[in-house]
C-alpha cells in the first residue's frame, strides 16, 4: 500500500480562479499533515506538474481539484488521473453541487463546497490520510452528498441500511430518515460491494449487517431491516441465505 512520507502529504490544487487558489493553498499548508503545495491554474498545467513531480520520484498524493474551470475542466483531469499507474487522491473544491455524481464515480475522497471552511478541509485530508494508510488514520467511510434544506451533508455507507432504487435514482434509508440522490442503483451496487452491501432486488441494495430476519414461505424470500420488509428476489435467495449462514457462523466460533 503506497504510504504517507514522514514529511507529510505532497499535494496539488487545481483552480483557475487565483484568488480561490490562493485560499485551498493557504489553508492547505496550515495543516500540519501537509509537506508540500503545488499549484497550478489550468488542467493542462497541472498535468504538466504530475508528470514533472513523478519524473522526478516525488509523486503527488493528493489533488484538491477544482470543476468548473477553462479548458480541460475538473472532471476530464479527474478522469485522466484515475488513468495513472499509482493515481494520486482525488478531492474535489467546488462552488456547485452538481457534480456529486461525478465524484463519487471517480471514487473521490471528499467533495467540498465553497467557500471551504478549514474544519471541512481537515476532515477532507483524514480521509486522504486514512485511504493512503498513513499510521493512526483508518480506512474511511465511503460518503455521498446529499441536500438537507438547502445544506449539502455527507451521509456515510455505515449509516446507510438498504437502498431503494427510484428510476435513475436511489433513495438511501438510514436509522434517521432518507435522501434522495441522483446516483443509480447499479452504481451503488459496484461501489459498496466492498462494504458489505448486497443486491437482493432489481430495486433493493442491503447492508448484510443490519439485516435482522430472513424470511422464506411458499418459495418467496423476504428480509428484515429494522421494522422494514424487503423482497428477496429468487435469483439472490440462495447466495443471500448462504452469505447470512457463514456470517453466523463466523460469529459462533469467535
Known sequence: MKGVSVSGLRVLAVDDEQPALEDVAYLLRADPRIG?????????????????????????????L??????????????LLTQFTRPPKIVFVTAYEDHAVDAFELKAEDYLLKPVR?????????????SLGEPGEGPQADTIPVELGGVTRFVASTEVRYVEAQGD??????????????IPLATLE???????????????LVAVKHIDELHIDSGKCVVRVGETEIPVSRRHTRELRDLLVRRARRGQTR
Do not use: K, N, Q
Open 36 to 64: 508540500d503545495v503545488l499549484t497550478a491554474r489550468d488542467g493542462a498545467a497541472a498535468l504538466r506538474l504530475l508528470d514533472r513531480a513523478i519524473a522526478d520520484g516525488r509523486p503527488v498524493d493528493a489533488v484538491f
Open 66 to 79: 477544482d470543476i468548473r474551470m477553462r479548458g480541460l475542466d475538473g472532471v476530464v483531469l479527474g478522469r
Open 190 to 204: 459496484e461501489r459498496w460491494a466492498s462494504a458489505g452491501f448486497l443486491r437482493v432486488h432489481r430495486s433493493h
Open 169 to 182: 435514482y436511489a433513495r438511501l434509508h438510514t436509522a434517521t430518515g432518507s435522501h434522495l440522490v441522483r
Open 118 to 130: 478549514p474544519e471541512r478541509l481537515a476532515e477532507a485530508i483524514r480521509r486522504v490520510c486514512g
